[in-house]
């Protein structure tokens, strides 16, 4: 195995925890939270995908 990318776990950490936000948000029957925690979730699996990407063309994963 090689060295661990703290970089992705950060990100799959954040995308979880968007992931159980939205979660939390339908038990309170709160839209704003939802839409909120579904923006963030977005935006986190985006730049973890452009930052995996980044690292391929470097050639460093």
Partial sequence: MKNIKWIFVFYAI???????????????????IAIIAIVALILIMGN??????KYREQGLL
């Fill in 48 to 53: 973890g995908f452009k930052t995996k990407k």
């Fill in 14 to 32: 954040a995308a979880v925890a968007s992931m159980c936000a939205i979660g939390v948000a339908v038990g309170m029957s709160s839209p704003t």
